[in-house]
């Protein structure tokens, strides 16, 4: 088992900054990959990046350039720095870890850009 908590969200202007933070515990061991994921009110949740124990990265279109993801080093946490936030990046953020068998969510912290 794993647990995920998040932290960081809250409300930010437009072209404002964010770093979510999200710590796992449990049988970290056995995570393979973390990531981002969002969903907005009405939408489905999608992706917006992800990375891999050996530190492979991958992004939404929507956020490269303006998003940069991070690890700990045992991939104990993973980070997401929002930077030129923009209102169509207001939704809930959920961190997500998979392992070989099982996919394990957080209970998401809401990012809502607005002036």
């Known amino acids: 088992q794993v647990q995920l908590v998040e932290s960081g969200g809250g409300l930010v202007q437009p072209g404002g900054s964010l770093r979510l933070s999200c710590a796992a515990s449990?049988?970290?061991?056995?995570?393979?990959?973390m990531g981002w994921y969002r969903q907005a009110p009405g939408k489905q949740r999608e992706l917006v990046a992800g990375?891999?124990?050996?530190?492979?990265?991958n992004y939404a279109d929507s956020v490269q350039g303006r998003f940069t993801i991070s690890r700990g080093n045992a991939l104990n946490s993973v980070y997401l720095q929002m930077n030129s936030l923009k209102p169509e990046d207001t939704a809930v953020y959920f961190c997500?870890?998979?392992?070989?068998?099982?996919?394990?969510w957080g209970q998401g912290t809401q990012v809502t850009v607005s002036s």
């Open positions: 997500k870890a998979s392992t070989w068998t099982n996919v394990y």
């Open positions: 449990g049988s970290i061991v056995s995570i393979s990959e």
């Open positions: 990375i891999t124990r050996g530190g492979n990265t």
